[in-house]
């Protein structure tokens, strides 16, 4: 059963910076796609960012030139490193990953973590 664990979220002020860590578990290695989600209250989850096998990576418009993310292949683990942050930011952020190992509509993943809270705020 794959697992995936998320840790580093947390309370920052704006423009301040925060990483996210995804650990993942029960599958060797992801081969497919990996990314990161976020969601408020009321809202659709949104795909933030994601990098397919290849090492492609694709970021939502909101989060481009701020965020970063990035994968640990040897230890199996995904890192979304966020600068600059906004308190639109705000929200629960989750870890997803897929099969596919190309996602050119997005990803549609089985696989989700618990999340991990971050609130930007003054």
């Known amino acids: 059963e794959v697992q995936l664990r998320e840790s580093g979220g947390g309370s920052v002020q704006p423009g301040g910076s925060l990483r996210l860590s995804c650990t993942a578990s029960g599958w060797r290695y992801i081969r497919g796609c990996w990314g990161w989600f976020r969601q408020t209250p009321g809202q659709e989850r949104e795909e933030v960012a994601r990098i397919e096998s290849n090492g492609k990576v694709v970021y939502a418009d909101s989060v481009k030139g701020r965020f970063t993310i990035s994968r640990d292949s040897a230890q199996n683990t995904l890192y979304l490193q966020m600068d600059n942050l906004r308190p639109a930011d705000t929200a629960m952020y989750y870890c997803?990953?897929?099969?596919?190992?190309?996602?050119?509509?997005?990803?549609?993943?089985?696989?989700w973590g618990q999340g991990t809270q971050v609130t930007v705020s003054s």
């Open positions: 997803a990953a897929e099969s596919a190992t190309s996602c050119p509509f997005g990803m549609i993943p089985p696989y």
